[in-house]
């Protein structure tokens, strides 16, 4: 009766971690991140146990010493569930819970309850239910008693082993049927997704927030879009982890006619679940297609690097490969020195200090994504005629106009403009030609 449910909101709470060789957890508080997280699903953290082992006890994972302390723990604090800091078997887990009868989670299981927690979209609910069922399902015997109680037929003797077995089939076979229905859903929606982005990319230049959870993304996006004028960001953001788990898109006026999609996306985190960074395809849809992606590092974290790097590897899986990487240092204004911040720089040539709070650095950040944009500005000069409307409104609000000579039913108009914009004016059929001096990359297809 102890997992009738995995919600742990204002629950007592103990939290345990087991320091095996190369776990990435950090050697001066190795309990830091799953604190957070429990504090984030709604616990309240009486207490916790650490054990250091060459590898875990295959019955209980910590050792049986742990588990009998653990128990008195429990008791002692009246904790009503256990958190461990690593991923456990069914098994592992119904043991556990035999000896301490308390409920026992696992650090997946409490990052899905704060997914479940936070969803507010259709498409969020979706994808949060489907990674809740990839992890119980191979669970279901180990986790669920009822599975295992006999559905009929006499209390004990012969003939009373199949309709129990059968209760786990059909339990089993309900499993799977949802799935498949909630991957087809979820598929249907990638595919809106899919299509949104692709159609998004060809009028604009689309750039997304990547990130650790809780690196200040939402804060930036929110500060980005109001200093430009476009209203507000409307992003939720607030000082826990995984404060956003859909992605929200406005457009970022950048000034002197420069304008680009921006996303928020959901953040990280080490050890992120391998079926929820699957089931949360299509949130990511926007990191994958994206033009260029803003990295935004906590740079007060004391674990700045190594979430830098767990930012990485989790870009390289789920194929982002593709978008150049800007990596912007956040949260400046909680350095008490700047060695740190000039340490950072040097390993990360060309990222940029900022503090999406007091909006010091935000600048650079502006002139860095419409240089981005532009992909490299030229000075020419373009002849068309004044009757293609649609080409000079674009000029007009795209480029930089420095100079206008109306002869008859055409305009000559001289231009800084950006690589990028030149070949969207080209790609829109225009009548405009190139004329006087010009570089030959600029001219690309273009007739003189």
């Not at 700047?338 to 909006?359: F, M, R, W, Y």
């Not at 994504?369 to 000069?381: C, K, N, P, W, Y």
């Amino acid at each position: 009766m102890q997992r009738e449910q995995l919600a742990v909101q204002r629950e007592r709470a103990i939290l345990v971690g087991c320091l095996l060789p190369n776990d990435g957890s950090d050697p001066h508080d190795p309990l830091s991140e799953l604190r957070s997280l429990a504090d984030t699903a709604g616990a309240i953290c009486c207490d916790q146990l650490m054990q250091k082992l060459s590898k875990p006890n295959p019955k209980t994972f910590i050792g049986k010493g742990k588990v009998e302390e653990l128990k008195m723990m429990c008791e002692v604090h009246d904790a009503q569930v256990v958190i461990f800091d690593n991923d456990l078997s069914p098994s592992q887990i119904g043991n556990i819970e035999k000896v301490i009868e308390r409920k026992v989670l696992d650090r997946s299981e409490l990052i899905l309850d704060i997914f479940a927690a936070r969803a507010r979209t259709h498409e969020a609910r979706l994808q949060v239910e489907l990674a809740q069922l990839e992890y119980t399902y191979p669970r279901l015997r180990a986790m669920w008693d009822h599975l295992e109680r006999i559905a009929g037929g006499s209390p004990v003797g012969i003939g009373t082993r199949g309709p129990g077995e059968q209760q786990l089939e059909v339990d089993r076979r309900i499993v799977q049927r949802k799935k498949a229905q909630l991957k087809r859903e979820i598929k249907d929606v990638q595919g809106r997704k899919t299509r949104e982005v692709q159609a998004r990319n060809k009028d604009f230049y689309t750039v997304c927030l990547v990130g650790y959870t809780n690196a200040g993304k939402s804060t930036l996006f929110n500060t980005a879009i109001e200093v430009s004028g476009d209203g507000e960001g409307g992003a939720y953001a607030d000082d826990k982890l995984f404060a956003t788990l859909s992605t929200r898109t406005r457009k970022w006026d950048l000034g002197g006619g420069d304008a680009v999609m921006l996303s928020d996306t959901v953040g990280f985190v080490r050890n992120l679940p391998h079926h929820l960074v699957a089931s949360f395809k299509a949130t990511l849809e926007e990191a994958v297609h994206a033009d260029l992606l803003l990295v935004v590092l906590d740079v007060s974290h004391p674990r700045a690097e190594h979430q830098y790097r767990t930012v990485m590897d989790v870009l390289d899986e789920i194929d982002a490969t593709t978008p150049k990487r800007l990596l912007l240092l956040n949260k400046t204004d909680l350095l008490t020195h700047n060695a740190d911040l000039l340490v950072i720089q040097q390993e990360h040539p060309g990222s940029i200090p900022l503090s999406a709070k007091t909006q010091d650095g935000l600048d650079a950040v502006i002139d860095a994504v419409r240089a981005q944009a532009r992909g490299g500005t030229i000075d020419l000069s373009l002849q068309l005629s004044c009757g293609d409307g649609k080409a000079i409104h674009f000029l007009e609000n795209r480029a930089n106009v420095l100079e206008r000579n109306y002869e008859g039913d055409t305009v000559t108009m001289s231009v800084r403009i950006g690589k990028r914009q030149l070949d969207q004016l080209h790609a829109m059929g225009s009548t405009a030609v190139i004329v006087g001096e010009f570089e030959d990359e600029a001219k690309g297809g273009w007739g003189r």
